[in-house]
């Protein structure tokens, strides 16, 4: 029998563990923010930020917080201001290399497109890194190549976005 993951939001205890699996994935690429950065993100919006637990071992995370539309972090300061925006922005969603193929990113990522929904949120939008926007085109997400983005986020950045559906009170689609 497999071991239970768990979808919970983040907890102050979280951070060792969600520094050292962000910088598993990303310090190659020279994608690696500093500890300060990533908590600022989910400081700014603590109910859309979410870790995978699994036996009290983090093995996944998405950090998300409202952001104006074809807008982004700056990959090398921290948030300081909190934005009044339909937009949930997708800063980064990581999940442990061992337990990759589990579905366990297409997993946050409804989760947190049902908080999206629950909160209200029109649009959700992400900077696609490393060739990764094919796994964000086959999750709903359209690239907009119009949009710039800094040499900070690599050289195959692609700003992403698609709409929530929202529901009405008797379940059926808003939209």
């Given at each position: 029998m497999g071991r239970k993951v768990?979808?919970?939001?983040?907890?102050?205890?979280?951070?060792?563990?969600?520094?050292?699996?962000?910088?598993?994935?990303?310090i190659e690429s020279e994608l690696s923010e500093e500890r300060e950065a990533l908590e600022s993100r989910a400081h700014a919006s603590p109910d859309t930020c979410f870790v995978l637990d699994c036996e009290q071992q983090i093995v996944g995370y998405s950090l998300a917080l409202p952001y104006p539309t074809f807008h982004y972090p700056d990959?090398?300061?921290?948030?300081?201001?909190?934005?009044?925006?339909?937009?949930?922005h997708l800063h980064d969603l990581a999940v442990a290399e061992s337990f990759r193929g589990r579905g366990l990113a297409k997993r946050l990522?409804?989760?947190?497109?049902?908080?999206?929904?629950?909160?209200?949120?029109?649009?959700?939008?992400?900077?696609?890194?490393?060739?990764?926007?094919?796994?964000?085109?086959?999750?709903?997400?359209?690239?907009?190549?119009?949009?710039?983005?800094?040499?900070?986020?690599?050289?195959?950045?692609?700003?992403?976005?698609?709409?929530?559906?929202?529901?009405?009170?008797?379940?059926?689609?808003?939209?």
């Open positions: 768990n979808i919970r939001h983040i907890s102050e205890g979280d951070w060792d563990g969600i520094v050292a699996l962000e910088a598993s994935i990303y990959l090398t300061r921290v948030e300081e201001t909190t934005f009044h925006s339909r937009n949930l990522i409804r989760h947190l497109t049902a908080t999206a929904r629950s909160k209200t949120y029109e649009r959700m939008s992400l900077v696609s890194v490393g060739g990764s926007d094919t796994f964000w085109s086959a999750n709903g997400f359209e690239a907009h190549h119009e949009v710039s983005l800094p040499k900070s986020y690599g050289t195959n950045a692609v700003y992403m976005s698609k709409t929530v559906s929202l529901l009405r009170p008797d379940g059926a689609s808003r939209w």
